[in-house]
């Protein structure tokens, strides 16, 4: 069925930031963080078009989201490693695990020990073995492929990041790792931090976490929604739940099918902005859960049936709505039609 509004993804793009970041990580090899069904734009779509560009290291959070992407025979690591009622997915073969705590690495071990990674945790305290269980016969013996861990503050210059990466560094060559994986986006973007393998997620999508790489990353993302209805509504009138915005003179208005529910939040009220052919129609009064009103006085032919382009550039779209990059990304609901170039 036809939908209403649509997302234009942009392969080429996707490829590109790809090579991009590939580039910046140096000699490390570049993975992709496509957890979250690919930030938002299609975990499958997203990890054929990088699997094609020569990407050969794929991260999901959990195992329904590996076993989506069993088909494509990749290379999967999950970052979120094995609970009990895990094991007959992750014996199966089609990802390995991402072991973050002891009890996990004994049930791996108890499990027979097939390909795994090793999360250590640097000083973020979210997931991950210590430096003290590794230094203490943790690992010893065991086979692994990866030993990561995880930059807490890598989109901010401060000494944490150097205090980080040290701490990882000094574990080089305490385990069987045969290779060692520290950056995220933000990382890759920091001098010295990419060991042998990076893990980008958000700037492969377009986000950009440090003003350093907005020279070079493409957006990829581009929202665009069906008007419902034009209409006119006079000087005082209201428009929208709890008559937010009134009218300052006679204007036109179109309603246009998206909303919250499909990731356009409710902090683009009274200040997010659609756009047809370069000219820019004000978000007017509170979105709505599927509903959006812009002001199209400017614009005949924003017509019952046209299609508007919603403004979404990442960092600004971030700072008008109060939400992250990443929320806005990976809430772009199921209701949009996702089209590919
Ligand atoms: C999500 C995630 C990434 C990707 O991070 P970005 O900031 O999106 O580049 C890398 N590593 C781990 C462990 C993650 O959880």
Redesign the pocket.
């Given at each position: 069925m036809p939908a209403p509004l649509r997302l234009r993804l942009d392969g080429d793009a996707l490829v590109q930031n790809w090579r991009t970041l590939d580039r910046l990580s140096g000699t490390a090899a570049c993975g992709a963080?496509v957890?979250a069904n690919g930030?938002g734009l299609g975990a499958i779509e997203v990890a054929r078009r990088l699997a094609d560009a020569g990407c050969r290291d794929f991260?999901v959070?959990n195992w329904q989201e590996a076993a989506e992407l069993a088909p494509l025979g990749l290379t999967v690591s999950v970052?979120h490693g094995v609970r009990e009622e895990d094991m007959p997915a992750a014996t199966a073969g089609f990802a390995r695990p991402?072991l973050n705590t002891s009890i996990q690495v004994a049930r791996w071990k108890a499990a027979g020990g097939g390909p795994c990674d090793v999360?250590v945790d640097t000083g973020m305290n979210r997931?991950g073995v210590s430096a003290d269980d590794i230094a203490d016969g943790l690992l010893d013996g065991f086979a692994i492929e990866t030993l990561?861990s995880?930059l807490a503050c890598?989109?901010e210059d401060v000494p944490m990041n150097a205090v980080q990466r040290d701490r990882f560094a000094a574990l080089a060559g305490t385990t069987s790792a045969r290779r060692l994986?520290l950056?995220?986006?933000?990382?890759?973007a920091l001098n010295g931090y990419a060991f042998d393998l990076t893990?980008?997620?958000?700037?492969?999508?377009g986000?950009i976490?440090r003003a350093d790489l907005a020279a070079v990353i493409r957006p990829t993302v581009t929202l665009e929604a069906q008007i419902l209805q034009r209409r006119q509504v006079s000087a005082g009138q209201t428009v929208g739940y709890n008559a937010t915005w009134t009218a300052p003179a006679d204007t036109e208005v179109a309603i246009v099918n998206l909303g919250y529910a499909d990731g356009y939040f409710r902090g683009f009220s009274n200040c997010g902005t659609a756009s047809k052919g370069g000219i820019a129609m004000p978000v007017i009064g509170r979105v709505s859960m599927d509903l959006v009103a812009i002001d199209v006085t400017k614009m005949p032919a924003a017509s019952e049936g046209a299609w508007v382009t919603l403004d979404f550039a990442l960092p600004e779209a971030a700072a008008l709505s109060g939400m992250s990059q990443?929320e806005l990304l990976t809430s772009l609901g199921r209701r949009y039609s996702r089209m590919w170039n």
């Open positions: 963080a957890k930030y991260f959070s970052l991402v999360m997931l990561m995880h890598a989109d994986s950056a995220n986006s933000a990382g890759i893990r980008p997620g958000l700037a492969l999508y986000g976490p990443y």
